[in-house]
């Protein structure tokens, strides 16, 4: 996980784009690498993010309360500021809030974690990070 910051903070127009910035947190990329799914339709934005996540190999499972894992997810809930927020946890523990303030959620509304589509692309690494470290 490498915290990326959210470039767009909301402010009626705009809405900010938390969520992309904890989705380019877990997958370590640029947040320009992200579809602007903020200035989507209220309709549209969901299965769009769905489809970009299936083209990078990730499949999205949601619950709709709090759950801790011990990997890297997005907890959603509504801010001290008193908008919809996303930001990054692992465990009970929040790593990350992408807003300038880092003051997180009041409380977590729903659960999002990214699970690899083929796992067996993911063995491969795996593989060579075994070769390259002998185990004792």
Request: charge should be negative; glycine fraction near 6%; proline fraction near 10%.
């Amino acid at each position: 996980m490498k915290p990326i910051d959210q470039t767009k903070l909301h402010n009626p127009p705009v809405i900010g784009n938390c969520m992309n910035a904890a989705f380019a947190s877990i997958l370590e990329i640029d947040i320009e690498e992200i579809p602007n799914f903020e200035d989507m339709d209220k309709y549209k934005w969901w299965p769009r993010l769905l489809d970009w996540l299936e083209g990078l190999g990730f499949y999205l499972l949601q619950w709709d309360e709090p759950i801790y894992l011990p990997c890297y997810f997005i907890a959603n809930g509504t801010s001290p500021r008193g908008v919809e927020h996303s930001v990054v946890y692992k465990g009970e523990k929040m790593v990350h809030d992408p807003h300038p303030s880092r003051d997180g959620i009041e409380k977590i509304r729903s659960v999002w974690v990214l699970l690899p589509i083929d796992p067996s692309q993911y063995n491969k690494q795996i593989q060579r990070t075994q070769n390259a470290v002998p185990l004792i």
